[in-house]
T-cell receptor
Framework: GAVVSQHPSWVICKSGTSVKIECRSLDFQATTMFWYRQFPKQSLMLMATSNEGSKATYEQGVEKDKFLINHASLTLSTLTVTSAHPEDSSFYIC???????????FGPGTRLTVL | QKEVEQNSGPLSVPEGAIASLNCTYSDRGSQSFFWYRQYSGKSPELIMFIYSNGDKEDGRFTAQLNKASQYVSLLIRDSQPSDSATYLCAVNGGSYKLIFGSGTRLLVRP
């Protein structure tokens, strides 16, 4: 399957700061990538669909001005959590699609802790 | 609202037994179904996908799909302690989005 990397794997930041998370598709040119969030003992919730060269599509209830997504190339999508607060602490995971667009491969995830 | 339901478990089985994990979905129009395994603190990894009614086998894993009953299951034969994880059922929710169930925690006792 497609290989996806994320950086950083974990980050701790102070409330009010911004954090950028990178998601790279290592062996596959991904025109579409997905960003998920997972709170402890809960399932994955899709936050947004990142489209190369165009604006991201956000799910209902996700603030687009708070979670900035940039997909400037076929191998890199970034998620920036702006003015992070403790309630944003979560496990953020990106994915890309394989040969079948709805077959998704996940990155290793980024654990964000906001103090 | 499209939903995917799973029993949270834990489902406890002895080593060598068959583990049966179940999932129901609400959208009758769903076409693609996925099983992911997630170890604690890790991201999900794809185990199997199934598109057609019936069974699909891959090694010790068998996925079963019944679209009439809106039911997907995953059987794990010869369960091993290393299979202990949370198993997530996912359904295509349109526009290539995946809708995940809350997962079933499986414990395989040595």
């Amino acid at each position: 399957g497609a290989v996806v990397s994320q950086h950083p794997s974990w980050v701790i930041c102070k409330s009010g700061t911004s954090v950028k998370i990178e998601c790279r598709s290592l062996d596959f040119q991904a025109t579409t990538m997905f960003w998920y969030r997972q709170f402890p003992k809960q399932s994955l919730m899709l936050m947004a669909t990142s489209n190369e060269g165009s604006k991201a599509t956000y799910e209902q209830g996700v603030e687009k001005d708070k979670f900035l997504i940039n997909h400037a190339s076929l191998t890199l999508s970034t998620l920036t959590v702006t003015s992070a607060h403790p309630e944003d602490s979560s496990f953020y995971i990106c994915s890309n699609s394989g040969l079948a667009i709805d077959e998704q491969f996940f990155g290793p995830g980024t654990r964000l802790t906001v103090l | 609202q499209k939903e995917v339901e799973q029993n949270s478990g834990p489902l406890s089985v002895p080593e060598g037994a068959i583990a049966s994990l179940n999932c129901t979905y609400s959208d009758r129009g769903s076409q693609s179904f996925f099983w992911y395994r997630q170890y604690s603190g890790k991201s999900p990894e794809l185990i199997m996908f199934i598109y057609s009614n019936g069974d699909k086998e891959d090694g010790r894993f068998t996925a079963q799909l019944n679209k009439a009953s809106q039911y997907v299951s995953l059987l794990i034969r010869d369960s091993q302690p290393s299979d202990s994880a949370t198993y997530l059922c996912a359904v295509n929710g349109g526009s290539y989005k995946l809708i995940f169930g809350s997962g079933t925690r499986l414990l395989v006792r040595p």
